[in-house]
């Protein structure tokens, strides 16, 4: 059974601090996923990674993934509170179908002022 | 069309209520899922639709039915649910309808379902 867990679960930090979350999952997998959700709102597609050794940048968020650590992590660069918000990454196996997600527990992220 | 949408917003139903849930988009996507989300917790899947024929199903009980009429359209039909289920239901396409697929899903904004 594919299981993914991330840490921390809750994340408080100041405006313009560095950060990361981290995602780490139990078997092999060749997809890995992060997601934003702000409060009673949906999901929002961040980063796809498909391989070892990934690397995406979208402004402040950076992911990496490396397949072999079953690790993914998901980095802040100089924080800003529209960041706040809880981010999951979510994990395919080809084996269980790509579409079939198991998504971590989310790590709630506050960035205050 | 860049974005899936969900109606109603908002329900409350009872428990002898019969109701559904829409989910729209026009994107082109040929795979379409729904979730379950409880408040701070993920997702949990529910269904998948892959080219119009569901292709998984977790174990959902059966008063959550199911249906899609077309490759632009889901729906989700209620039927004697408890209070336990209680929850946003999130809808979620992606463009291709091949079950590997490394697509990334596109999630609508939810139904928020009370059930009294």
């Known amino acids: 059974e594919l299981k993914v867990e991330q840490n921390p679960l809750f994340l408080s930090m100041q405006e313009g601090k560095n950060y990361t979350i981290y995602c780490n999952y139990s078997?092999?997998?060749?997809?890995l996923y992060w997601y934003r959700q702000d409060p009673g709102k949906s999901l929002e597609s961040l980063f796809v990674?498909?391989?070892?050794?990934a690397v995406k940048q979208e402004g402040r968020l950076m992911a990496s993934l490396d397949t072999k650590a079953r690790l993914s992590t998901l980095h802040i660069t100089a924080a800003v509170h529209d960041l706040s918000a809880t981010y999951f990454c979510?994990?395919?196996?080809?084996?269980?179908?790509?579409?079939?997600?198991?998504f971590g527990e989310g790590t709630q992220l506050t960035v205050n002022p | 069309d860049t974005e899936v949408t969900q109606t109603p917003k908002h329900l409350v139903m009872g428990m002898t209520n019969k109701k559904s849930l829409k989910c729209e988009q026009h994107m082109g996507h040929r795979a379409m899922y729904w979730y379950k989300q409880k408040a701070k917790k993920p997702p949990e899947l529910m269904f998948v639709y892959s080219y119009e024929k569901l292709s998984i199903n977790e174990s959902v009980p059966s008063r959550f039915s199911p249906e899609c009429p077309n490759s632009s359209l889901l729906n989700l039909h209620l039927h004697a649910l408890q209070p336990e289920d209680s929850a946003l239901y999130l809808c979620?396409?992606?463009?291709?309808?091949?079950?590997?697929?490394?697509?990334?899903?596109?999630f609508g904004p939810g139904t928020r379902l009370t059930v009294l």
């Open positions: 990674l498909l391989s070892n050794g």
């Open positions: 078997t092999t997998s060749d997809r």
């Open positions: 979510a994990v395919g196996n080809e084996e269980t179908s790509g579409s079939r997600l198991t």
């Open positions: 979620a396409s992606s463009p291709s309808g091949f079950l590997y697929s490394t697509d990334t899903q596109y």
